[in-house]
């Protein structure tokens, strides 16, 4: 296997039981993913995306199917591997921002380092991604008090906090307006290209899209 | 940074952080007030024994020291154990409980006392000058706001404030000693006989010796310091108990209302629990934080109880001072401590179990 590749997918599967009856999300997919790539995933609702980042953070496990993350088996790992591979391998951004409403933007980004057991503090690279981000100034606010723009830059600084190997976001532009999109967009190719951060990003939006080095397609559970 | 996120948690929603800071609170106090009266009502009872100024205090057979007795020695005993040698004065008093066991009336004979230990010191007032004259302390004259010349009802028979004296000599409420045996029925007999020995180095030889005597096998016969040592919790059980009993109660309320209050709050963070998991929180993580926050609330709580505690005390000393006397007890503090932190920690403890278990994805796509 090659360690070209940050993540490689081969027939995974997923079934959920709901009740009575199975849902298969996945239906095997087979992706690979380069160190450094920016990948578009877009697909209809239902195709199966959240569950393939799922799978991927370790936040849920494949029904079958191969999993390899920075050349680490994933089946292979137990509960606590898994706790870790979300710790400092997989960093998420989400729809909903998801930011803690009690901590400002700063105690949001040192829980996550505290999670890793990192000590919390930002050191002069981490201030200048800040910066990259645009958010340097405002993360003494509450969540309450930022714009939507904002809360997701400032979740995508807690994401990256940590170096993660990968960065998984789900649709990070799917509650904001054009200009807040474009700026969440420019600051995660910038990531890409200045920092050679791996980003797999879902997205509903096709200019959206079109800021991955590559689109993926999704539907019924399968990459088409 | 954990300790950041337990802080705000808990100002995030301030009723409820109060509501259960008060109640941990309560749970405290509870233990608190009632180790305190405990305390201070057998303190209270010794300074007061201590305050009569013997060395030896004798009491009928299978008259527990604490147990208040009827009389039933014969006076005649008091002038016996004035013809023992080194045995300088006796005091025979009868003691009469009222107020369903918590206040006592002593009989005794005014002459005896003031040659025993040199007697009451009036406040206002004086003397008994008639059998239906009674004594009052300034707490009872406090508590009841009587005065001299007041009417006093003891066992439905009025009584008439005749002084009120300075407290800490043997009774709060003190009558005539005729009067008393009178009222309970027992003419010529003491239910306590005080002893006064010649020098402190003898005390013990005279208990000895009146132990040897065969009429008085069965008597139960003090030194002071035996008598100050025995006035402690461990020797009512009924009391005791009931420690254990107000002990329990308040787990049991700490528990309650911590589990309503950190399950509201577990659900309530649904979504931020599976934020953390997706971080990379682990189990022992969530619960480090609920138990975090578990423990501050009842540190917090645990500090208002002490408060609430000095509350009572004031509310105690204003109120019925002569009924009841509570004390600070520092040593029991810890112990309230430890009690509320139990409570709460097993309050947390489902709630806890809950919010690790909880699923991540679930709680992410909670809408
Ligand atoms: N936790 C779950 N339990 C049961 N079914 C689920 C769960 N998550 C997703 N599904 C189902 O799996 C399918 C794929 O869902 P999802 O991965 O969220 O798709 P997408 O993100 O592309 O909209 C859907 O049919 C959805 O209902
Ligand atoms: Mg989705």
């Not at chain 1, 409403?101 to 949001?108: I, R, S």
């Not at chain 2, 509501?19 to 209270?44: E, N, P």
């Not at chain 2, 299978?62 to 154990?81: I, N, Q």
């Not at chain 2, 009841?324 to 029991?332: G, R, S």
Request: contains cysteine; proline residues 4%; positive net charge.
């Amino acid at each position: 296997m090659s360690s070209d590749f940050m993540i490689r997918v081969e027939d995974l599967r997923k079934v959920y039981r709901v009740g009575e009856i199975d849902v298969a999300a996945l239906r095997g997919v087979n992706l690979e993913v380069a160190r450094g790539e920016f990948v578009s995933i877009v697909g209809p609702s239902g195709s199966g995306k959240s569950t393939l980042f799922h799978i991927l953070g370790g936040l849920t496990k494949p029904t079958s199917g191969s999993v390899h993350i920075d050349g680490k088996d994933l089946r292979k790992m137990s509960e606590a591997e898994r706790t870790d591979l979300r710790k400092k391998t997989v960093g998420f951004v989400f729809q909903k921002y998801n930011l803690l409403p009690t901590l400002t933007g700063a105690g949001n980004i040192a829980i996550a380092q505290d999670i890793a057991g990192i000590l919390p503090g930002f050191d002069n690279d981490f201030k200048a991604i800040l910066n990259l981000l645009g958010i340097g100034n405002r993360l003494h606010h509450k969540p309450r008090a930022m714009s939507g723009g904002e809360q997701q830059r400032v979740a995508i600084a807690r994401a990256i906090v940590n170096h993660p190997a990968i960065l998984l976001a789900d649709e990070p532009t799917g509650n904001l307006d054009t200009e807040n999109s474009n700026a969440v967009l420019g600051v995660l190719r910038d990531l890409n290209e200045r920092l050679g951060q791996t980003i797999l990003m879902i997205t509903h939006n096709p200019e959206a899209a079109a800021y991955g080095h590559r689109i993926i397609h999704m539907r019924d559970g399968r990459v088409i | 940074m954990t300790n950041r996120l337990v802080v705000e948690n808990l100002r995030h929603r301030p009723i409820r952080t109060l509501l259960s800071v008060i109640a941990v609170g309560i749970q405290v106090t509870m233990i608190l007030t009632l180790v305190g009266i405990s305390y201070g009502m057998l303190d209270d009872s010794n300074r007061r024994a201590q305050g009569v100024g013997a060395d030896i205090l004798v009491k009928p057979p299978s008259a527990g020291l604490l147990s208040f007795s009827t009389a039933t020695m014969p006076d005649g005993m008091v002038d016996y154990f004035k013809g023992q040698p080194h045995i300088t004065d006796a005091l025979g008093t009868v003691v009469y409980v009222i107020q369903g066991g918590i206040t006592a009336v002593t009989g005794l004979d005014l002459n005896a006392f003031r040659h025993f230990n040199g007697g009451f010191r009036y406040l206002t007032g004086g003397p008994f000058q008639g059998p239906d004259d009674i004594l009052v302390d300034e707490f009872y004259q406090r508590e009841k706001r009587v005065h001299v010349g007041s009417i006093v009802r003891i066992s439905n028979r009025p009584m008439r404030v005749c002084g009120v004296i300075a407290s800490g000599k043997l009774a709060r409420l003190a009558v005539p000693i005729q009067t008393l045996q009178d009222m309970i029925g027992a003419k010529g007999k003491v239910s306590q006989i005080w002893l006064k020995v010649d020098n402190a180095d003898n005390i013990n030889r005279v208990i000895t010796q009146l132990k040897a005597i065969p009429e008085l096998a069965n008597y139960g016969i003090w030194s002071m310091p035996e008598l100050a040592a025995y006035y402690s919790v461990d020797n009512l059980p009924a009391l005791k108990y009931f420690i254990y009993v107000i002990m329990s109660l308040s787990i049991i309320v700490g528990f309650l209302v911590v589990f309503l209050s950190m399950y509201t709050a577990v659900l309530e963070r649904t979504r931020e629990i599976g934020v953390l998991k997706a971080l990379g929180a682990s189990p022992a993580y969530i619960l480090k934080i609920l138990f975090r926050e578990t423990l501050l609330l009842a540190l917090i709580g645990w500090i208002v109880g002490i408060g609430f505690t000095y509350g009572t005390r004031w509310l105690i000393m204003t109120l019925v001072p002569a009924s009841l006397t509570q004390e600070i007890v520092y040593l029991w503090w810890p112990i309230a401590g430890v009690i509320a932190i139990a409570g709460a920690l097993l309050g947390a403890f489902y709630p806890g179990l809950k919010a690790a278990r909880q699923d991540a994805i679930e709680a992410l796509s909670y809408e």
